[in-house]
Every structure is written in structure tokens, then in C-alpha cells.
Antibody
Framework: QVQLQESGPGLVKPSQTLSLTCTVSGDSIKSGTYYWSWIRQHPGKGLEWIGYIYYSGNTYYNPSLKSRLTISIDTSKNQFSLSLSSVTAADTAVYYC?????????????WGQGTLVTVSS | EVVLTQSPDFQSVTPGEKVTITCRASQNIGTSLHWYQQKPDQSPKLLIKYVSQSFSEVPPRFSGSGSGTDFTLTINSLEAEDAATYYCHQSSSLPFTFGPGTKVDIK
């Protein structure tokens, strides 16, 4: 069964760059039917989709974050990564990576456990 | 952007009762509607995909229906382990969006 695991710093200073990596096991990140996605959840709030990447490097970003966001992929390590620049306290959230089934009706079928990132000086 | 609204925001239910959660889309999304269950301190898990198809190992007491703009998640005969927040999600158009969630509490 596919498993995803987020990793990265739990504390980031304001104006710096938040960087997280998702390691995928139990499936190849080069599976043609799947894209790889980031989703975040502000404390006590709902879910916000951040963006996705395909193994070819094709990406789509949520317009609300696009100017600060980069998602990249390393197929040799079966990993994909998130980089969010110029962070503020509003970026404090639990960040999840998830596998996105990219069939006719796309859905997030497997999620990582999530990692809390706090933006604070 | 497709906006999803859910009702109710919160529901306290006795075990064995039926739970109905609705999700309304701001525009026609066909059948591109999915439901997720998030238990406290856990990540969301896919429950129902394409409106009504149960994901693997989801108990049959969970079912979904609807099309277009109005959708329903039903939990027949609620069990204590179903205490969670339930989110709908649309994948009809980008950016993907989620509903605000419905918290189901056990009386």
C-alpha cells in the first residue's frame, strides 16, 4: 500500500522560505495515473489545496499562493518537495502531501500524516 | 473558483442514529465530488469518490448521492468510531476546493 511521509523544519522565521519534502513508498512516483500534491490545514480550520506536480515536472499551483510557491520532484529518490517563500504567520499550518488520482474524477486517495510548520521569530 | 458549502457545521448524534451531511457547490460540478473523513489528530482519509463510490475498506454504512450542485453523505447507524470531521471536495475545476467541514460528535 502506498505511504507518504512529510519531512522538514517545524519552525520557520517570518520572511524566510518554508521547505518540505514528501517521500513516497509502496508506489513509483512515475506512475502515470497519479499526480502528487500538497494540501495544508490552518490550525482548527479546513483544508486548502496548494498545488500538484506530475513526474514529468508539469505543475499547477493554487493562484492564491502561486507567486511564492515552487513544487519540484526527484524521481530518483521517489520524492517531491514544496518551497514557499516569504512566509508569514498566516502560513502556519499542518502541511500534508497526498497522491492525486488523475482520472476523469480526480481525488486524493492517499495522504501523509502531516507535519506542523509554525512561522514565528 | 468553485465554492463548496456544507451543512450542518456540527452535529451531535447518538450511536445507531442516521447522519445526513449536505454539500452544495456554487456551480455545476457534475459527479466530481468526493468525501473525506478526518478523525482528531489524524490526516484526512478518502471515504467516498465520484459522489457515491466507496473507497477501499470503507464500511457500507457510509453512502453518497447527488449530482450537479447538491450532494449528500449519509452515515446509516452511526458508530462511536465515526466521530470525525467530514469534508467534501470538488475536482471539476482548478483550483481544487474543499468544503468547510462538518464535525460529527457522539452523544
Amino acid at each position: 500500500q502506498v505511504q507518504l511521509q512529510e519531512s522538514g523544519p517545524g519552525l520557520v522565521k517570518p520572511s524566510q522560505t518554508l521547505s518540505l519534502t514528501c517521500t513516497v513508498s509502496g508506489d513509483s512516483i512515475k506512475s502515470g495515473t497519479y499526480y502528487w500534491s500538497w494540501i495544508r490545514q490552518h490550525p482548527g480550520k479546513g483544508l486548502e489545496w496548494i498545488g500538484y506536480i506530475y513526474y514529468s515536472g508539469n505543475t499547477y499551483y493554487n493562484p492564491s499562493l502561486k507567486s511564492r510557491l515552487t513544487i519540484s520532484i526527484d524521481t530518483s529518490k521517489n520524492q517531491f518537495s514544496l518551497s514557499l517563500s516569504s512566509v508569514t504567520a498566516a502560513d502556519t499550518a499542518v502541511y500534508y502531501c497526498a497522491r492525486l488520482y488523475y482520472g476523469p474524477n480526480k481525488n486524493f486517495d492517499y495522504w501523509g500524516q502531516g507535519t506542523l510548520v509554525t512561522v514565528s521569530s | 473558483e468553485v465554492v463548496l458549502t456544507q451543512s450542518p457545521d456540527f452535529q451531535s448524534v447518538t450511536p445507531g442514529e442516521k447522519v445526513t451531511i449536505t454539500c452544495r457547490a456554487s456551480q455545476n460540478i457534475g459527479t466530481s465530488l468526493h468525501w473525506y473523513q478526518q478523525k482528531p489528530d489524524q490526516s484526512p482519509k478518502l471515504l467516498i469518490k465520484y459522489v457515491s463510490q466507496s473507497f477501499s475498506e470503507v464500511p457500507p454504512r457510509f453512502s453518497g448521492s447527488g449530482s450537479g450542485t447538491d450532494f449528500t453523505l449519509t452515515i446509516n447507524s452511526l458508530e462511536a468510531e465515526d466521530a470525525a470531521t467530514y469534508y467534501c471536495h470538488q475536482s471539476s475545476s482548478l483550483p481544487f476546493t474543499f468544503g468547510p467541514g462538518t464535525k460529527v460528535d457522539i452523544k
